[in-house]
């Protein structure tokens, strides 16, 4: 691994539990807005299983863009254009 990889997951090491915190908070507000006040406290598996899906969902994307980006890259090596996927 070389030094621009290592501070690249260290970055990501710092940033985890911020983002665990902003799904935590997104999740008690997003619940409790739509079944009432106290919900997402008296429901922590409904809190977990909603933290686990935001952070499920984030990674497919991240996982895809990093997919199309490499195909778009291999597209240019090999002189062919990138198709779009927007």
């Keep these: ?3 621009h ?3 690249i997951f260290n970055t990501l090491m710092r940033q ?5 915190q ?3 908070l997104c999740a008690i507000e997003n619940i409790d807005k739509e079944f009432g006040d106290g919900y997402a406290q008296e429901h922590p598996a409904l809190l ?3 933290i686990q899906t935001a952070a ?3 990674q497919a994307g991240v996982i895809s863009a990093t997919i199309q980006t490499i195909g778009a890259d291999i597209c240019t090596a090999l002189g062919e254009r990138a198709p779009s996927y927007e």
């Design 1 to 3: 691994m070389n030094t």
């Design 56 to 58: 499920l969902d984030y």
């Design 22 to 24: 902003h799904y935590f």
């Design 48 to 50: 977990g299983a909603y």
């Design 5 to 7: 990889e290592l501070k």
């Design 16 to 20: 985890a539990p911020m983002t665990a």
